[in-house]
């Protein structure tokens, strides 16, 4: 009796033992499966990958900078305008000249007006530097990304100089800036004979000659970086194919 029950564990023993290994060999079968599907690319998909993602790069970042540098542009047109009218200004034309939508700004009602043409003048023309290099380096970085994979001392030469306008956009947007501010204190003191309390409805023009400089350069610095990584991945792959 004792002898079949033995008999009978060693055969329990068996089928348990049998079906474990059942049960593994299908878990291996099913992972070499799984591995079987996932393929690895070829040098040719490979290639294919990496031109779509650079194309998609270049792309994005020429649509975005002649987005912004359209807008620097015609911003600096605008004040272009604002600039002539003042400096073709005889003093028999004054009304026209305060008249315009930014020179209203700096109107007194009553009494002459604390700020006079030629500092007028000189905030229109520093406005319009501010916003002309802005939309200047927004244009030479586009240019830069017309060739898919640029190379050489001319495409360095256009980045550095991009670069130099970006900074520079940035330092007459902070002069324009500072020169509004200051302008529109002398016209809040004129006015109520206050501290010189400026209303934050005429903040737009600081803004608009600061902050859109900025914009630009930190937009043209991030697409710039997204290019250079796309780059990156083409060089890593022709050097992971050399080793």
């Known amino acids: 009796m004792f002898s079949a029950l033995r008999s009978r564990g060693g055969v329990g023993v068996g089928v348990d033992t049998r079906g474990l290994r059942f049960g593994n060999t299908s878990r291996d079968a099913q992972s070499r499966e799984a591995s079987s599907s996932s393929q690895i690319l070829d040098e040719e998909q490979q290639e294919t990958v990496v031109r779509d993602l650079e194309g998609q790069a270049l792309r994005s970042a020429r649509r975005w900078r002649v987005v912004f540098g359209s807008v620097s542009v015609l911003c600096g047109a605008f004040f272009t305008r604002l600039a002539c009218i003042t400096a073709m200004s005889d003093g028999t034309n004054l009304d026209r000249v305060w008249s315009q939508p930014v020179h209203l700004e700096l ?82 003191r004129g006015e109520s004979s206050d501290t010189g309390f400026v209303s934050p409805q005429k903040l737009w023009i600081s803004c608009i000659a600061l902050l859109l400089p900025i914009v630009c350069y930190l937009c043209d610095k991030a697409l710039s970086r997204t290019i250079q990584e796309m780059r990156s991945l083409r060089n890593s792959m022709y050097s992971h194919k050399r080793a």
């Open 107 to 188: 109107y007194v009602r009553f009494h002459d007006p604390p700020v006079t043409l030629f500092h007028v003048f000189w905030l229109d023309a520093t406005t319009v530097v501010a916003l002309l290099l802005a939309g200047a380096s927004m244009c030479v970085s586009c240019v830069s990304t017309l060739a898919e994979a640029p190379a050489g001392d001319r495409i360095l030469w256009r980045g550095r100089f991009g670069n130099i306008c970006g900074v520079a956009g940035i330092g007459a947007g902070a002069a324009s800036a500072a020169g509004w501010v200051a302008a529109l204190r002398e016209v809040a």
